[in-house]
Antibody, heavy 120, light 110 residues
Framework: EVQLLESGGGLVQPGGSLRLSCAASGFTFSSYSMSWVRQAPGKGLEWVSTISGGATSTYYADSVKGRFTVSRDNSRNTLYLQMNGLRAEDTAVYYCAKSPATTWAACDHWGQGSLVTVSS | QSALTQPASVSGSPGQSITISCTGSNSDVGKYKLVSWYQQHPGKAPRVLIY???TRPSGVSNRFSGSKSGNTASLTISGLQAEDEADYYCSSYTLSATLVFGGGTRLTVL
């Protein structure tokens, strides 16, 4: 059974940094692209970033490019999102998601999410 | 990248069929066969229903089907059930090598 468990969320001041982690199990982690998708309170889904299975390719939304960095440790089956220069508009539940084998442009399993609140 | 356009809400009675549209452009929906659909119940994580326009993952009911014509993709739910009441989101791969979501559609089962 695929399991994705996010951690690292919390309250941070504007301009601050936070690193989210996503521990994966139940599948061959290194074989699949992984993504971060966020959802602001009461709002819709927003794609944040994707990283390929071998970490050779990364993709970012314009809203986070230059501030957020996605990475993975395939030896630890863990996905990361380093968030710097946080802004109030980054407040959201951040979901970790796995892609199907055939495409990174979809998410076939999702974690339960980790809440990040940016506020002074 | 602008969000894909979905109706804010749709409704239907149990047993009926409904269709949710998702309109993009020739830089995303119209250019690639990489449209996905997700269902989200309140307080829960999203769940994939369809990817690659019309591929249904194992475990997803065949009451859910996807299609695409030009710049508009569609999700059809047949035999509407009470538990289908949820928010639905489409997404598409884009020319910029990014993903874009629709604003979401709230489905009410009357």
């Amino acid at each position: 059974e695929v399991q994705l468990l996010e951690s690292g969320g919390g309250l941070v001041q504007p301009g601050g940094s936070l690193r989210l982690s996503c521990a994966a199990s139940g599948f061959t982690f290194s074989s699949y692209s992984m993504s971060w998708v966020r959802q602001a309170p009461g709002k819709g889904l927003e794609w944040v970033s994707t990283i390929s299975g071998g970490a050779t390719s990364t993709y970012y939304a314009d809203s986070v490019k230059g501030r957020f960095t996605v990475s993975r440790d395939n030896s630890r089956n863990t996905l990361y999102l380093q968030m710097n220069g946080l802004r109030a508009e980054d407040t959201a539940v951040y979901y970790c998601a796995k892609s199907p084998a055939t495409t990174w442009a979809a998410c076939d399993h999702w974690g339960q999410g980790s809440l990040v609140t940016v506020s002074s | 990248q602008s969000a894909l356009t979905q109706p804010a809400s749709v409704s239907g009675s149990p047993g009926q069929s409904i269709t949710i549209s998702c309109t993009g452009s020739n830089s995303d929906v119209g250019k690639y066969k990489l449209v996905s659909w997700y269902q989200q119940h309140p307080g829960k994580a999203p769940r994939v229903l369809i990817y690659d326009v019309n591929t249904r993952p194992s475990g997803v009911s065949n009451r859910f089907s996807g299609s695409k014509s030009g710049n508009t993709a569609s999700l059809t739910i047949s035999g509407l059930q009470a538990e289908d009441e949820a928010d639905y989101y489409c997404s598409s791969y884009t020319l910029s090598a990014t993903l874009v979501f629709g604003g979401g559609t709230r489905l009410t089962v009357l």
